[in-house]
């Protein structure tokens, strides 16, 4: 019947009848030749084949990927604490879907997979479509598929058959859910279920959803013994210290603190090691290594003894930095081409600019003001020392040398940032 198009294709809490079959896949063809159908999918897909269609995927390409070397799959296991749940993630999915005729499926931030276990004969086919360690499943890689829409969405996605954008697809079913680290809620990877279309159950989702919950309190459970451990150690420390000074576990977060306000978390270099150590935050400080942490003693004056000298390096498109000395040492942070324009937009105007000023410098839109305090405000977290606002502009104290390419043109090559332009090519900048 005709009212059957006007339904959703594929009504919540519902199996995956025949005739829904038939109207998901007449809700593809119609968007992929730009047509207007009373046929659609639910709302997540939909927005799914939107940003797909956006970024110029082929819906006729295969999944297949360039796979991570042995040594980088094992490099990000150990880089992300998901490893420390993978017993529970076992017990709680790989199990089922063994039994289900399905794999678990385990990325990372990217998309990647890291781990996977399952159905053996599963498994095997898994390989056909790419679906194996060190695969890229992103949108961007693979289409709407449950592992990049949940990463794209960041909620749990269930996608079947033809509601993939790509075709060599349609024969799977899979349902995905986030991960996020307790402490902060960042993101920290995917769980998901895949299999055999035949497979598919309504109730996947939710088991899915339900493991990924049960992972992240058991972090944090972890973190609150790992923490409670540390603070028991720090406690007669620093009783004994006078001044100010933190415990803090290896990222940041605290444990105990004398002789200053409490702070969540207290961001620290990634290549932290003990002695004498600027800290954006606090100053100079004194740093030593505790069982599961740092002690951070902060120097009586710090702040009276800011750093002298910032060298923003450009002379590499590959290499962008920001050099910091002062009386205590120096350190150096990589930069992002959008921070390395704005941090040469103030070494251009030492005088300082407005939010307005710098976004006409970079963007040639005065009105992309947000923008620019949004990312000023990130910078400063590593930079709160030699930059000020109000106007933003670097601190009066501090000498800028900014160190060009030896030729103007291979300056922030891809940039079209008016301020770098006028740099560049200033001959077509009068």
Not at 6 to 30: D, F, I
């Amino acid at each position: 019947m005709a009212t059957r198009d006007c339904a959703p294709a594929h009504p919540e809490g519902a199996s995956y009848p025949a005739v829904t079959e038939r109207l998901v896949n007449r809700a593809r063809e119609a968007r992929l030749a730009g047509e207007r159908t009373a046929a659609r999918p639910r709302a997540e897909i939909d927005a799914s084949w939107d940003r797909v269609l956006r970024s110029g995927i082929d819906p006729e390409q295969s999944p297949d990927s360039t796979l991570l070397e042995t040594d980088e799959i094992e490099h990000r296991r150990r880089s992300t604490a998901l490893g420390e749940v993978m017993p529970l993630l076992r017990e709680g999915l790989a199990s089922i879907a063994d039994a289900a005729q399905q794999i678990m499926v385990v990325t990372d931030t990217e998309g990647r997979v890291l781990w996977r276990q399952g159905h053996p004969a599963v498994m095997r086919r898994a390989k056909d479509i790419c679906l194996e360690e060190g695969a890229a499943w992103t949108e961007s890689a693979t289409g709407t598929n449950a592992i990049g829409t949940a990463l794209a969405a960041r909620v749990p996605v269930q996608v079947h058959s033809a509601e993939h954008f790509i075709r060599a697809l349609h024969d799977w079913t899979c349902a995905a859910a986030p991960v996020r680290d307790p402490r902060d809620g960042r993101l920290m990877g995917i769980v998901d279920i895949s299999g055999p279309a035949s497979t598919f159950h309504p109730a996947t989702l939710a088991l899915v959803g339900s493991v990924a919950a049960l992972a992240e309190g058991e972090l944090r459970g972890r973190h609150l013994v790992a923490i409670e451990r540390l603070r028991s150690v720090a406690a007669p420390i620093l009783c004994r210290l006078g001044g100010r000074a933190l415990v803090v576990d290896a990222h940041g977060w605290l444990a105990a603190v004398s002789g200053m306000p409490p702070v969540d978390r207290l961001p620290l270099p990634k290549s932290l090691e003990p002695g004498a150590v600027w800290l954006a935050s606090l100053g100079m400080c004194r740093v030593e290594p505790l069982p599961g942490g740092w002690l951070v003693e902060v120097a009586e004056g710090a702040h009276d003894r800011a750093p002298r000298r910032v060298v923003l390096d450009l002379s590499r498109e590959r290499g962008l930095a920001v050099h910091v000395a002062g009386p205590f040492g120096s350190w150096t942070r990589r930069l992002s081409p959008r921070h390395a324009e704005l941090l040469y937009a103030l070494a251009m105007h030492r005088e300082g600019r407005t939010a307005a000023e710098l976004a006409e410098d970079v963007f040639g839109d005065a009105t992309r003001t947000v923008t620019v305090r949004a990312e000023i405000s990130r910078m400063r977290r590593s930079l709160a020392e030699v930059l000020a606002h109000r106007p933003y502009r670097f601190r009066d104290s501090v000498e800028v040398e900014v160190v060009h390419p030896e030729v103007p043109a291979d300056l922030l090559p891809r940039s079209t940032a008016p301020v770098v332009l006028r740099t560049r090519m200033p001959a077509l900048t009068v």
